[in-house]
């Protein structure tokens, strides 16, 4: 006997309340959770959002800075929020400001939102270099920099709050400690008395992004992040020119290590002399350091120069190939060789120093 009509209505009109019920508690839920932190809280909070980075992982950084009320609902905002022009730079966020305030701000590099003062970080500049363009717009010398970098209990401090820096770059033969821990970036300070550590520690928190979106790379890699980045700044000074070529070049180191080979790389021995120039004496290619390594296996003790995502990427995902030389020719462009033969025949064609 079938049921009366009345009742399948009655049915119905349950199930409908129930989907409308799920729907808005549904929709309340997301809104919630892409809503404020904490409407009441104005202090500001600088985010520092690197190159490239994609909507995902910048839901990653605010969360990590207490911006995010619900990280799920967040990063499902963020896949379909249409973000597809989200801007670098330093950003001066708060806790009573909504997910979609700040990916907005982001996605148009809003000006209202971007810390004032510029500094300018390149890629391939060393610890001094790094030091005078800071010192240039900052309230403290190069100097004062450079010996801040290299005092012992600061180093401790920064290595007990940041995951990827260690013991390494203690080392008696390491010249500079936080050569290629600085990120290369565009930076705006937005504090009024801005101080050497503060200065620092955004730097560093912008290492701290680069790296953590790159961690399991890393992990399953075979180097350590100290490695990593001592390689990538290998490959960044040697193929700065033609950044198409980092993949190939950092391959080619890649070999001679598995080969047992040395490295052979004359930028290290510049380092080592304190030198850009590639014009070397025969005593300077001799020079007794850790970071030649014309005359030490391996990588050098440590990075060379500042690297960004890039070179860091040349390194986790080389390009495979049977080559074992390289040569830059004077107008950037570098040969390949397989055999000692094969490269000296293009070094005395192509030696333009």
């Not at 973000?83 to 400001?97: E, I, R």
């Not at 070529?245 to 001679?256: C, D, S, T």
């Not at 960004?308 to 950037?332: C, H, I, P, R, W």
Request: proline share 3%; net charge negative; glycine share 6%.
């Amino acid at each position: 006997m079938s049921k009366p009509k009345g009742s399948k209505i009655k049915w119905i009109l349950i199930i409908l309340a129930i989907a409308v019920v799920l729907i808005t508690g549904g929709s309340i839920a997301y809104l919630t959770g892409i809503g404020a932190v904490d409407s009441e809280n104005k202090e500001t909070v600088t985010v520092n959002i690197p190159s490239g980075s994609g909507a995902s992982s910048i839901v990653e950084i605010l969360d990590e800075s207490g911006l995010v009320k619900n990280k799920t609902f967040a990063k499902i905002h963020a896949r379909i929020g249409g973000y597809d022009t989200l801007q670098a730079n330093s950003y001066l966020f708060n806790k009573s400001m909504t997910l979609p305030e700040m990916m907005d701000a982001i996605n148009t590099g809003d000006f209202e939102y971007i810390s004032k003062d510029k500094i300018i970080v390149r890629e391939g500049l060393t610890i001094p270099e790094v030091a005078a363009a800071i010192a240039e717009e900052m309230p403290f010398s190069s100097e004062e920099l450079i010996a801040k970098w290299a005092d012992k209990n600061y180093l401790k401090e920064l290595i007990d709050k940041y995951w990827f820096l260690t013991d390494s770059i203690l080392s008696d033969d390491i010249m500079y400690p936080l050569e290629g821990y600085l990120y290369p970036e565009t930076y705006f300070i937005t504090e009024e008395n801005p101080t050497m550590e503060s200065v620092t520690e955004i730097m560093l928190d912008m290492m701290d992004s680069a790296l953590s979106s790159r961690k399991s790379q890393i992990e399953s890699s075979g180097f350590t992040v100290h490695e990593v980045l001592a390689l990538s700044s290998v490959v960044e000074r040697e193929a700065s020119n033609v950044k198409e070529e980092m993949p190939k070049v950092a391959g080619v180191f890649i070999n001679r290590m598995n080969k047992g080979m040395n490295l052979g790389s004359d930028v290290t021995v510049c380092y080592a002399n304190g030198k850009t120039s590639l014009e070397l004496t025969q005593s300077e290619l001799n020079i007794d350091s850790k970071y030649n390594t014309r005359k030490y296996a391996g990588l050098p003790v440590g990075p060379i120069c500042a690297v960004n995502g890039d070179a860091m990427d040349s390194v986790l995902d080389y390009e495979k190939s049977d080559y074992l030389f390289f040569f830059a020719t004077q107008d950037g462009t570098i040969i390949y060789s397989k055999t000692n033969e094969e490269h000296d025949k293009v070094v005395k064609e192509n030696k333009w120093y």
